[in-house]
Nanobody, 126 residues
């Protein structure tokens, strides 16, 4: 599966953005999808994840109640709605796809993911 992120940009603190992750290839609906982010000089961190059917979602504590992950399997697309953005949310955001052994599990470990997009930059100004 190939992944392409879009929707990043420059926004003021308190603003919102919606990122999209468009997938091509077969069986998008079989994959769990996760969003990671990487700020300059820092490691790539888990942000949010969603199971293959959208039935379960998971969030990093730092984004809980502000970000919402969703997917539309008919459109082969996953989304990350980001509200009340803060300067510390500034990073390159990546989506990643995984075929987990246990379908209800979404890994928070980047090494577990086989497929990655190239990322989209989100910059939040204070």
């Amino acid at each position: 599966v190939q992944l392409v992120e879009s929707g990043g940009g420059l926004v003021q603190a308190g603003g919102s953005l919606r990122l999209s992750c468009a997938a091509s290839g077969r069986a998008f609906s079989s994959y769990s999808i996760a969003w990671f982010r990487q700020a300059p000089g820092k490691e790539r961190d888990f942000v949010a994840g969603i199971t293959w059917d959208g039935g379960s979602t998971y969030y990093a504590d730092s984004v809980k109640w502000r970000f919402t992950v969703s997917r539309d399997n008919a459109k082969n697309t996953a989304y990350l709605q980001m509200n009340n953005l803060k300067p510390e949310d500034t990073a390159v955001y990546y989506c990643a796809a995984d075929l987990p052994e246990i379908p209800t599990v979404v890994s928070r470990t980047p090494n577990e993911y086989d497929y990655w997009g190239k990322g989209t930059l989100v910059t939040v100004s204070s």
